[in-house]
């Protein structure tokens, strides 16, 4: 069975420009859910998506977004980029709560 | 929100030794995950360990869910085993994943 797929591997961008970035799950898991992995704060919940529906938040601002596909691939979006933003982002999947999470190989964004 | 707490924050092993690492953890939980980030960042999971114990190779895994607290075992350490391993919880019905801040391994032959 394929694992976790994220895309694109590694992205450089500019302040104040717009990214997006996508994350196929293992095939038949339902849930999908961001991380962010700074040197500062560690790993952070973004959000989690469930059935095309944002199931639970954590505390980013608005300029974080995500989105589901009824294939259950997900995307997040991060508009007006400041250089905070840069991080490994991190994408999970499980078949539900309380399930075991896999997670895929991240993207590295680098804000200059 | 649940608090995670690993100890020792950092590791220094001689090839062949064995540690133990633990992970405190603030509130009941119905998900308990050990992890070994690799050099390019990836999360490898070890063990699915909401309570009891568990062993894969030299890796092995308690979890004491009423005492709050997880221990990792890596007995006769080798230099593929470096690298930072992380504890993440979840509370029962949620999947938001709360991590520690990590156990930095360094295994030297």
């Known amino acids: 069975k394929a694992g976790v797929t994220q895309t694109p591997r590694y992205l450089i961008k500019t302040r104040g420009q717009q990214v997006t970035l996508s994350c196929s799950p293992i095939s038949g898991h339902r849930s999908v859910s961001w991380y962010q992995q700074t040197p500062g704060q560690g790993l952070q919940f973004l959000f989690e998506y469930f059935s095309e529906t944002q199931r639970n938040k954590g505390n980013f601002p608005g300029r974080f977004s995500g989105r589901q596909f009824s294939n259950s691939r997900s995307e997040m979006n991060v508009s007006t980029l400041e250089l905070g933003d840069s991080a490994l982002y991190l994408c999970?999947?499980?078949?539900?709560?309380?399930?075991?999470?896999?997670f895929g190989p991240g993207t590295r964004l680098t804000v200059t | 929100g649940i608090q995670v707490e690993q100890s020792p924050p950092d590791l220094i092993l001689q090839e062949g030794a064995n540690s133990t690492l633990r992970c405190n953890f603030s509130d009941s939980v119905n998900n308990l995950q050990w992890f070994h980030q690799n050099p390019w960042g990836q999360l490898i999971n070890l063990f699915y360990?909401?309570?009891g114990t568990k062993q894969n190779g030299r890796l092995s895994a308690t979890t004491v869910a009423t005492e709050r607290y997880s221990l990792l075992y890596i007995s006769s350490s080798q230099t593929t085993d470096s690298g930072v391993y992380f504890c993440?919880?979840?509370?029962?019905?949620?999947?938001?994943?709360?991590f520690g801040k990590g156990n930095q391994v360094v295994v030297i032959p």
């Open positions: 999970a999947s499980s078949w539900d709560e309380d399930y075991e999470q896999y």
């Open positions: 993440a919880v979840a509370t029962y019905g949620n999947n938001r994943l709360a």
């Open positions: 360990i909401p309570s």
